[in-house]
């Protein structure tokens, strides 16, 4: 009987140390997720930052395009009337 109880009192220690070691392990997998969402809301934003970047770089290069078009119309118009 006092052989069976020792036995069992081992296998509680082990199942603690079992225990304990998950919950270490849990901690670890909350903190890494942490940090996950904490990457994944600074890369969205850094997402958005440079969408709205690209946007204006377009906006701008198309005003640049059509300024440039126009320019050279005058250019072109100013030529026409020094040639007449």
């Known amino acids: 009987m006092e052989k069976i109880l020792k036995q069992i009192l081992v296998e509680l220690k082990e199942l603690k140390k079992g225990q304990a070691k998950m919950q270490l392990d849990i901690s ?17 934003e850094f997402k958005t ?5 690209i946007s204006d770089i ?5 005003f640049l395009l059509h300024k440039e ?4 119309k005058e250019i072109y118009a ?3 009337t020094k040639s007449k």
């Open 28 to 44: 670890e997998i909350k903190a890494n997720g942490k940090a996950i969402r904490e990457q994944t809301a600074d890369l969205t």
């Open 49 to 53: 930052e440079i969408s709205q970047n």
């Open 58 to 62: 377009k906006d701008t290069l198309k």
């Open 69 to 72: 078009i126009e320019t050279e």
């Open 78 to 80: 100013l030529k026409q």
